[in-house]
């Protein structure tokens, strides 16, 4: 059985039973709970779903449940446990900006309440790719030039999970080109380049110029060309 806490509810789930005629439900605000000890039961139920509402929220909830057939009653299962909550907040303002030829880069606004907030999980393109414990994400062994879309959501101690974000989309970049010298951006652009210096774009009326004495500062300097389709 497995119990996953929402707003003032918990549901529980576990595999049927073979020839089970319907289960019982008993649970209580303290560990321990069995046929004689516990403080209510819930009879009669029919699926191996059942939805537990109207319980107070920060409480933890512990249950047992018992498959009945015409045989009698099964062992008891292990006990499962669940604090109902409010889940956090959605995350606000997530951006997504290309971080070379396979990787992009997510950042977001941290959540007032982050004490309970436990992580963010990662989607991409609708499906959870992973989670992370603070406001940045890097995603890597993408495709070249290729259109990804992204969300995420807060999730609590109690394994409370927010709405996901409205999703952004970010493009990786092509190959990168080493490039020296002076850079005209105007002139890139009219052969139908995209630069993207440390992951800004660099508009098309920006003329760029590196010199050969700013080089000398610099251990190396990148410029990922992208070409428009």
């Known amino acids: 059985m497995t119990a996953i806490s929402g707003n003032g509810e918990i549901t529980l789930t576990w595999d049927s039973c073979y020839e089970a005629i319907s289960y019982d439900i008993y649970y209580a605000k303290n560990s321990g709970v069995s046929k004689n000890k516990y403080e209510l039961k819930i009879s009669g139920i029919t699926s191996n779903l059942y ?14 449940i018992i498959a009945n057939n015409i045989y009698g009653q099964s062992d008891n299962s292990k006990e499962v446990n669940a604090t109902p909550a409010i889940p956090p907040s959605a995350p606000a303002f997530l951006n997504a900006l290309p971080a070379g030829d396979s990787k992009i880069d ?39 030039k290729t259109k990804y879309n992204y969300s995420i959501s807060a999730y609590d101690f109690n394994g409370n999970v927010s709405q996901q974000t409205n999703k952004v ?15 005209t951006a105007d002139t890139i ?36 060309l992208l070409r428009e389709n």
């Open 106 to 144: 997510l950042f977001w606004q941290p959540l007032a309440d982050s004490t309970k907030v436990k992580g963010y999980y990662i989607y991409r393109d609708g499906v959870k790719i992973d989670s992370t414990s603070i406001n940045t994400y890097r995603d890597i062994n993408l495709n070249s």
């Open 189 to 224: 652009w009219q052969d139908e380049y995209i630069i993207i210096i440390d992951n800004v774009i660099i508009p098309e009326d920006v003329k760029l110029t590196v010199n050969p004495e700013t080089l000398l500062h610099l251990m190396e300097i990148i410029i990922y």
């Open 51 to 64: 939805i537990h509402k109207g319980l107070t929220n920060d409480i933890t909830y512990y249950y047992i």
């Open 169 to 183: 989309s970010s493009t990786t970049l092509g190959n990168p080109v080493y490039l020296s010298g002076e850079i």
